[in-house]
C-alpha cells in the first residue's frame, strides 16, 4: 500500500494524521472481516486460509490485505450469496 505520510486530512477543522486515517482503515477492514466470517465466509491473507480468530492478531496492513484479498477470492456473487448461508 502505498504510504501518503505528508497527506494532510482536515475534518471540522481538526487535523487526522495518515497514522490515525491507517488505524480507522483498518478498524473498517477488521469489521468487514468479522462480518464475512459470521456469515461463512473464508478468509484469506497471502493466499492462505485464515482462522476467523487470527483476524485479531493481524497488524493494521495484513487487516487490509486479507480484507481486499478475500473480497477479490469470494467475488460479487460470493459476497451477495454469502448473506444466505
Known amino acids: 500500500m502505498t504510504e501518503y505520510k505528508d497527506l494532510q486530512i482536515i475534518n471540522n477543522g481538526e487535523e487526522i494524521s495518515y497514522t490515525e ?9 477488521a469489521h468487514i472481516l468479522e462480518e464475512m466470517s459470521e456469515l461463512g465466509a ?3 491473507l497471502n493466499d492462505t ?3 476467523s480468530n487470527q483476524i485479531y492478531t493481524l ?6 490485505q486479507a480484507c481486499i484479498e478475500s ?3 469470494l467475488g460479487r456473487q460470493g ?5 444466505k448461508l
Open 21 to 29: 486515517v491507517q488505524h480507522i482503515a483498518s478498524k473498517r477492514a
Open 42 to 44: 473464508t478468509i484469506y
Open 49 to 51: 486460509e485464515l482462522d
Open 59 to 64: 497488524s493494521n496492513m495484513d487487516l487490509l
Open 71 to 73: 473480497k477479490k477470492k
Open 79 to 83: 459476497i451477495l450469496n454469502s448473506g
